[in-house]
């Protein structure tokens, strides 16, 4: 099986640079026409230039591919719908988006501000969200559409001073968890990567000797794989280094206590048999959890 894109249109924000410029030259080298999106913004997402889109246009037309820059903050719903009109225009169509553009404001908690947490989480979630609703109903049209989120090890697992990066991350797994089900009959898949790469993002984060180790281009074939004809849904693939895993949300078996004797010490004292992990499963959707609860309550 050979994984081609020819006849496909991408859209990959935060392109200009590291992970984003990674999948969209790799996209565009195996037959997408890609728009490269970045603000061309510094790190804290403060400033603007479209420099950087420009740059991989270039490097992706000179190797033959056929690419578009667009300078879209995709905090800005407006400009967001402003960048699929101009990819309709040029290209009739939107078959994948990556939703990979992002911004760091790293503090402790006690020291962050509202401005610091707002700024993340509309970069990172809503501008996922802005992205994401521009193109849903071109892809449910088309029959056809594959997304990519990105979160992070630090939404699943937490990391110090990154709960405004953490909580956006991880609310890009509910994200993709809702919309499966709402894509599903329109052949629109919805998947998330949770990248470890050496970026501007992590260059002052991991020793230099790591970072040579987790090259971008690293992460990027299973990003290409979620934007396959050929890809899962509501599916998360952890990529780094040329390592890989998948990654879900997991629920032990659940015990019905008696409702005579319930309360906060009963609970305690069950926590154990509550915790136990190797009864551990996922759920394919909400309600069968849902129901799983109801038949042990009503038995």
């Known amino acids: 099986m050979t994984i081609r894109f020819d006849g496909k249109v991408a859209i990959v924000t935060g392109a200009g640079a590291g992970l984003g410029r990674s999948h969209a030259l790799a996209l565009a080298a195996r037959g997408a026409k890609v728009v490269v999106n ?26 033959g591919g056929v690419a578009i820059a667009n300078g879209a903050n995709v905090a800005d719903f407006e400009q967001v719908q402003a960048m699929v009109k101009q990819t309709m225009d040029a290209f009739g169509r939107v078959d994948i988006l990556v939703n990979n553009a992002g911004i760091l404001r790293d503090k402790t908690f006690s020291k962050l ?13 809503m501008g996922s969200i802005h992205c994401t609703k521009a193109v849903w109903d071109i892809m449910r049209e088309q029959n056809y559409g594959r997304i990519v989120m990105t979160t992070s090890a630090s939404g699943m697992y ?6 405004n990066y953490a909580a956006a991350k991880m609310a890009l797994v509910g994200l993709m968890n809702a919309l499966t089900p709402e894509g599903r009959k329109n052949n629109v898949r919805v998947n ?18 790591m970072l040579k180790r987790i090259q971008p281009d690293r992460v990027t074939p299973a990003v290409l794989y979620l934007c396959s004809e050929e890809a899962p849904s509501k599916t998360i693939i952890s990529a780094g280094g040329s390592v890989f895993a998948a990654a879900t949300m997991m629920e032990t ?19 154990a048999e509550i915790a136990n992990w190797s009864s551990a499963r996922p759920y394919e959707e909400s309600f069968a959890e849902v ?9």
Request: aromatic share 4%; charged share 20%.
């Open 38 to 63: 970045d603000f061309g913004g510094a790190r804290d997402g403060t400033g603007g230039s479209s420099e950087a889109a420009l740059a991989v246009v270039d490097e992706i037309q000179k190797a």
């Open 113 to 125: 501000d509202m401005t610091d947490i707002k700024a993340v989480i509309d970069v990172h979630l």
């Open 158 to 163: 937490g990391n110090f001073g990154q709960s």
């Open 192 to 209: 998330t990567v949770a990248p470890v790469a050496a970026t501007r993002m992590t260059a002052d984060v991991l020793p230099e000797e």
């Open 253 to 271: 078996a659940p015990v019905k206590l008696d409702d005579a004797t319930l309360s906060p010490e009963l609970v305690a004292a069950r926590f």
């Open 291 to 299: 129901q799983a609860f109801l038949t042990l309550a009503t038995a």
